[in-house]
Each structure stands twice: as structure tokens, then as C-alpha cells.
T-cell receptor, first 113, second 113 residues
Framework: NAGVTQTPKFQVLKTGQSMTLQCAQD?????MSWYRQDPGMGLRLIHY???????DQGEVPNGYNVSRSTTEDFPLRLLSAAPSQTSVYFC????????????FGPGTRLTVL | AQSVTQPDIHITVSEGASLELRCNYS??????LFWYVQSPGQGLQLLLK??????LVQGIKGFEAEFKRSQSSFNLRKPSVHWSDAAEYFC???????????FGAGTRLTVKP
């Protein structure tokens, strides 16, 4: 199993550009999530999904969109990048919504100039 | 809403010495508690978790943690630190749902030879 994979590893954007961060898992997990990690703030939940076709907002959803057309994939879209979105982004998956271990991808380091 | 405090931003210990990383949480009911480790450039890996039962929890890589309800703490310990333990450690608290999980800001561990 590859586990949770994320692409790209690094990305530099200019303010106003859009892009999609890719996330895929091969563990048949129903629950997937996106976090951002900022220095001194730990991880904060952006969006999550409890299954194909079902998504919801987390703690910091503004400026991001998600969709879940398949169980395996959960892309995160930045609609119009801003410097405040400079961060490290982690995708995670879990067997279910309730109290199970989350498996994390290696992260995408995004810089917005 | 739940919250997590990791009072120590950075800790340095000598190889072979014992380690204790502190975690305090705020939550109204019995929490789900987790410790994750993040090696440089990697995603987060679960070290151990507490849901219920025995308050002393054993994890991977020789780590353990003790849940103390009276002190709202879930400190991570290791009797003898190895150079490979150098990493960032995150405590997290959740309700029954993964989307309610809150992460601490992290403690960076440096191991001196």
C-alpha cells in the first residue's frame, strides 16, 4: 500500500493564481481531510469528507474548495491564492469519522508571493 | 470547544536521557487523546492514543503516555531517548469525531550526542 500520497511536494504561486493540491489514498478509507500547518499553531482542519460526494467545512475553510468524486481522491483547490495561504498542507485519511487513527500524507509546502 | 496546550516549544535532551513532553487539554467530557510524531519533511505518524480504560498507554518506538483526568494532562514519556527520536511532537484532543480534533502547537525535540 502506498498509503496517503500528495502532489506536488512544493509549489510557488503568485497572488491571484489558482491551483489544485492532489491527495489520494489506497486504503479504502471513508474519511479524508485537509489540514494546514503553520508555525506555532499546530494543524488546523480546512475541509473534510465522510465519503464520496459528501464534504463539509472545517475550522479554516475560507479560500479553499474541495470535492470527493471517488473514495480514493480528495483534491483541495485554491481559488485565488493569497500570501496568507502560504503554509504546509497535509491530507489525511481514516477508516471512519469516529475516533480512528488518521494516516497523513507527506505534505505540500506552498508559498504564495 | 476543546483545546490543547503544549507548554514547551523546544526541548533538548542528551541521548540516553529520559524524556517527558507535556500536554494539557481542555474538554468537557472524556476526551480522545493522541500523540503524533513528525520527522523532518514527513507527515505525522501516530505514536499512541487513549480512548478509555487503562490510563497508562503504550505506543510505538518505546513511548508511553499517562492520562491524568484531575490534571487534564496527557504527557508523553520515554525512558531513554535515541538520536532518531529528534522530531516534532504533537498532542491532539478530539471528541468522537475526527473533524473535532484539535492539535497542539507542537514541541520540537533535539537530541544531543
Amino acid at each position: 500500500n502506498a498509503g496517503v500520497t500528495q502532489t506536488p511536494k512544493f509549489q510557488v504561486l503568485k497572488t491571484g493564481q489558482s491551483m489544485t493540491l492532489q491527495c489520494a489514498q489506497d486504503m479504502n478509507h471513508e474519511y479524508m481531510s485537509w489540514y494546514r500547518q503553520d508555525p506555532g499553531m499546530g494543524l488546523r482542519l480546512i475541509h473534510y469528507s465522510v465519503g464520496a460526494g459528501i464534504t463539509d467545512q472545517g475550522e479554516v475553510p475560507n479560500g479553499y474548495n474541495v470535492s470527493r468524486s471517488t473514495t480514493e481522491d480528495f483534491p483541495l483547490r485554491l481559488l485565488s491564492a493569497a500570501p496568507s495561504q502560504t503554509s504546509v498542507y497535509f491530507c489525511a485519511s481514516s477508516y471512519s469519522l469516529t475516533g480512528n487513527e488518521q494516516f497523513f500524507g507527506p505534505g505540500t509546502r506552498l508559498t504564495v508571493l | 470547544a476543546q483545546s490543547v496546550t503544549q507548554p514547551d516549544i523546544h526541548i533538548t535532551v542528551s541521548e540516553g536521557a529520559s524524556l517527558e513532553l507535556r500536554c494539557n487539554y481542555s474538554y468537557g467530557a472524556t476526551p480522545y487523546l493522541f500523540w503524533y510524531v513528525q520527522s523532518p519533511g514527513q507527515g505525522l505518524q501516530l505514536l499512541l492514543k487513549y480512548f478509555s480504560g487503562d490510563t497508562l498507554v503504550q505506543g510505538i518506538k518505546g513511548f508511553e503516555a499517562e492520562f491524568k483526568r484531575s490534571q487534564s494532562s496527557f504527557n508523553l514519556r520515554k525512558p531513554s531517548v535515541h538520536w532518531s527520536d529528534a522530531a516534532e511532537y504533537f498532542c491532539a484532543v478530539g471528541a468522537n469525531n475526527n473533524n473535532d480534533m484539535r492539535f497542539g502547537a507542537g514541541t520540537r525535540l533535539t537530541v544531543k550526542p
